[in-house]
C-alpha cells in the first residue's frame, strides 16, 4: 500500500548502490496516477519492458452483442520485479511518460505463467522430453531393421 495501489510492496532492491530509483514506484521517485489495468504478458524481449496484452468487451449497438478487442500496452518492469516471463499475469498502473511508447509500470505480479499458457501464446507446441543417447541409439537399432 506504499504506492497508493492495493499491491503487495516488493522486497528492497539486492544492490542499492545500482539500482535505479527513478523509475521504481516502490522505493523510488516513480509518481503512479490514473488508469489501473490487468493483462498477460505477451512479449520480454526489450530491456525493462514487457508488452502487456489485455482483453475487453465492446458493445456493437446494431447487433446487441459484445465483441472482443484487444490492445497492447508497452509497460516498465522495476528492478524488483525482475524477471517477468511470457503468460505471466500482470497489473500495471498509469505514470508520467517514461519514453516515446511507454506510459505504464507493473506493480504487481498476480499470477504466474504455466507451461501450457507459454505454448498457447507463443504459439509453439510444448518441448518434447530430451532422449538421453540410449534412447536415440535403440531408435536408430529400430529403424535399421526395417
Known sequence: MAIGLDVETPPEPENPEEYDYETCPFYGELPVRGQILEGTVVSTDMDKTVVVEREYDVAVPKYDRYMKRRSRIPAHVPGVL?????????????????????????????????????????????????????????????????
Do not use: F, N, Y
Request: aromatic letters at 0%; glycine letters at 4%.
Open 82 to 146: 525482475e524477471p517477468l516471463s511470457v503468460g505471466d499475469s500482470v497489473k500495471i498502473a498509469e505514470t508520467r511518460p517514461l519514453s516515446k511508447t511507454k506510459s505504464h509500470v507493473v506493480v504487481e505480479v498476480t499470477e504466474e505463467a504455466t507451461a501450457e499458457d507459454v505454448a498457447e501464446l507463443t504459439g509453439q507446441a510444448e518441448p518434447e522430453p530430451e532422449l538421453s543417447d540410449e534412447d536415440l541409439a535403440a531408435a536408430a537399432d529400430d529403424e535399421g531393421d526395417q
